[in-house]
């Protein structure tokens, strides 16, 4: 799947009233229940932004590029995308493909958070783009846990460029 027209999606580029934190974090997750684990340990690190999920990689990108039933939403960019890899629809290899080959969401960073840890799997979203590769802990402490220390990483301690992306 090809990027849509980067001149037809809207940024945050020049807008004077962005307020901080307003960007969201996107969860892209087919599980309801690791879904809301991952809603609940980034409230609980006080990530301080909305979290926006989608089910499936094909919803990700309507989200990501303002389509369809996410035509009307704010043109806030994610300051951060949660990724699942085996989805339905689209698989989180083609979302990061298209991530990453569009202008306007090419610098938006991508956290794989998913239960494979296959060389394979790894690897490939290294070289599509990826910037980690978080694998799901089995329990759910761990994966709690896991979800708190990423949050807090990428919404806390990372910086990122004064400028919107």
């Not at 919803?59 to 960019?77: C, H, I, K, T």
Request: charged share 30%.
């Amino acid at each position: 799947m090809k990027p849509p027209n980067d001149d037809a999606v809207p940024t945050a580029q020049g807008r004077s009233n962005m307020t901080p934190g307003s960007r969201p974090i996107l969860v892209v997750e087919d599980d309801t229940l690791d879904a809301e684990m991952i809603e609940e340990a980034l409230l609980e690190v006080g990530a301080e932004r909305p979290v926006e999920r989608v089910e499936d990689g094909a919803e990700a990108v309507d989200f990501l590029f303002r389509r369809n039933r996410y035509a009307g939403r704010s043109d806030d960019l994610p300051i951060l995308v949660l990724l699942d890899i085996k989805m339905p629809r689209m698989d989180g290899f083609e979302v990061l493909r298209v991530i990453r080959e569009s202008d306007s969401t090419r610098q938006v960073p991508v956290v794989i958070l998913t239960s494979s840890s296959e060389d394979q799997d790894i690897a490939e979203c290294r070289t599509l783009g990826a910037n980690a590769y978080v694998v799901k802990p089995s329990d759910a402490r761990g994966f709690a846990d896991t979800v708190r220390t990423v949050g807090e990483f990428w919404t806390k301690l990372n910086e990122l460029p004064a400028h919107d992306y």
